[in-house]
T-cell receptor, first 114, second 115 residues
Framework: AQSVTQLDSHVSVSEGTPVLLRCNYSSSYSPSLFWYVQHPNKGLQLLLKYTSAATLVKGINGFEAEFKKSETSFHLTKPSAHMSDAAEYFCVVSAANTGNQFYFGTGTSLTVIP | GAGVSQSPSNKVTEKGKDVELRCDPISGHTALYWYRQSLGQGLEFLIYFQGNSAPDKSGLPSDRFSAERTGGSVSTLTIQRTQQEDSAVYLC?????????????FGPGTRLTVT
């Protein structure tokens, strides 16, 4: 079975400081992992994905995530938060044994304080 | 290029009425998904179409929900005898195929309000 746990429902950071959004996954098979962002009243946009290649994945807007199998984690980071980063972030897992069904976390709401 | 489109963007209906929500996937994408996003919740999987295979309906919450995909392209999600708990944003997504490494591309959603 596949599942995702986002450890923080809400994160608040000051502009210019680092961002860390935590995600742990559970998967019976080699997983593919994704981070999506949803800005208010906007659709979901892919930030980055891991699919068994390099464990450190770089995405759009300066975000990156590291796949750590030993810790079953896929945390999202950014060195310096920008006001435009304020949004809802979803960690997602899929696996070969479930076709392409996505399993979403419950989301982390990121607030950026000026 | 064109992304996933959904219509209508907003729908207000009275309890007990039927509604139809439409999704146009990205051209060439063989996989199509419907999800439901309730306020403050993550995305709940509803149904998955892949090519001409029988759809995976395992996420449909009740027999009031059904979906079809005509010609391997456009999909319609139908909710019969709507209830207030059906109020949510309904999202459609498409991907190139059933490979778990393929990302899904999401439409803007249809916000359904049942009064």
């Amino acid at each position: 079975a596949q599942s995702v746990t986002q450890l923080d429902s809400h994160v608040s950071v000051s502009e210019g400081t680092p961002v860390l959004l935590r995600c742990n996954y559970s998967s019976s098979y080699s997983p593919s992992l994704f981070w999506y962002v949803q800005h208010p009243n906007k659709g979901l946009q892919l930030l980055l994905k891991y699919t068994s290649a390099a464990t450190l994945v770089k995405g759009i807007n300066g975000f990156e995530a590291e796949f750590k199998k030993s810790e079953t984690s896929f945390h999202l980071t950014k060195p310096s938060a920008h006001m435009s980063d304020a949004a809802e972030y979803f960690c997602v897992v899929s696996a070969a044994n479930t076709g392409n069904q996505f399993y979403f976390g419950t989301g982390t709401s990121l607030t950026v304080i000026p | 290029g064109a992304g996933v489109s959904q219509s209508p963007s907003n729908k207000v209906t009275e309890k007990g009425k039927d509604v139809e929500l439409r999704c146009d996937p990205i051209s060439g994408h063989t996989a199509l998904y419907w999800y439901r996003q309730s306020l403050g919740q993550g995305l709940e999987f509803l149904i998955y179409f892949q090519g001409n295979s029988a759809p995976d309906k395992s996420g449909l919450p009740s027999d009031r929900f059904s979906a079809e995909r005509t010609g391997g392209s456009v999909s319609t999600l139908t909710i019969q005898r709507t209830q207030q708990e059906d109020s949510a944003v309904y999202l459609c997504a498409s991907s190139l195929g059933p490979d778990s490494t393929y990302e899904q591309y999401f439409g803007p959603g249809t916000r359904l309000t049942v009064t």
